[in-house]
């Protein structure tokens, strides 16, 4: 079973090189790695190019303007040739070198659309400190309406899927992984297993939770996202998520796997 991962960068060049090196480490070899580059000007083009041959042909990389991540997502996507697909950002790394081995086992031995874990955010320069521990381990489809998620790096699916469903949805500033989520889960039931395991480890500092402007803008695509979908819900729901995430905060812990 092949597993494809795709990044997607733009001026990475201070952090990539991380993502890089866990895709490199994991133990399951059956690899494809796409990079998507935004035609970055600050030496990520350099590194994707020196790391090539360290893939030994189970990587490739595009650099060209996009017309923001989720076209540069969908471009990744129309490119792997893998049978399940997932996502690691440029900032961000696997937390240890078995999950990708893990995620291919859950689909060998079980008839699911899709996998997705737990991740856990750091400070830049002190890795040994989570900040949040995010975990999708309490997720329902019915908890969408309260702005609730599978983690998004965490999200493993069936390249099929985006077949018959569509990719992501390019008109919306951040909230394009919550449509996904709501169309995938509430709008056609795909068939999905939590695994008990930390995935990823993302630096703060993100699209969705970079100041209040974003998070404003996010809980507005939440809502046009749920209602686009067949969803019912509305700010005040979508709200109660923001109560969840100052728990993971306040109570920040490693759960092992």
């Known amino acids: ?82 049978d399940v697909i997932g996502i690691l950002n440029s900032d961000d790394y696997y937390t240890s070198d078995d999950v990708v081995e893990r995620i291919a086992h859950e689909f060998s031995r079980n008839d699911i659309d899709a996998v997705y874990g737990d991740i856990h955010f750091i400070r830049d320069g002190e890795p040994d400190k989570i900040t949040r521990y995010y975990s999708s381990k309490l997720f329902r489809p019915f ?54 395991k930390d995935f990823v480890t993302m630096r703060t500092g993100g699209l969705s939770t970079k100041n209040v402007k974003n998070r404003l803008i996010i809980t507005r695509e939440d809502v046009i996202a749920c209602r686009r979908n067949g969803m019912y819900t509305n700010t005040a729901f979508i709200s109660v998520k923001y109560l969840y995430k100052i728990f993971g905060f306040l109570f920040p812990s490693r759960k092992q796997a």
């Open 143 to 196: 908890l969408l309406r309260f702005g609730f998620m599978p983690a998004h790096p965490s999200f493993y699916v069936r390249k099929q899927v985006y077949a018959d469903y569509g990719g992501y949805a390019t008109d919306y500033k951040i909230a394009a992984d919550y449509d996904m989520m709501v169309r995938l889960f509430h709008k056609h039931h795909i068939k999905a297993k939590y695994i008990s």
């Open 1 to 82: 079973m092949k597993i494809s991962i795709i990044t997607i960068t733009y001026n990475s060049a201070a952090t990539v090189g991380d993502t890089i090196k866990s895709v490199l480490s994991q133990t399951y070899k059956d690899i494809e790695y796409i990079v998507i580059d935004g035609n970055s000007s600050d030496g990520t083009q350099e590194i994707l190019r020196k790391a090539q041959p360290e893939f030994e042909g189970r990587m490739r990389y595009v650099s060209e303007p996009d017309k923001g991540i989720y076209d540069a997502m969908n471009k990744g996507i129309a490119l792997c040739t893998g």
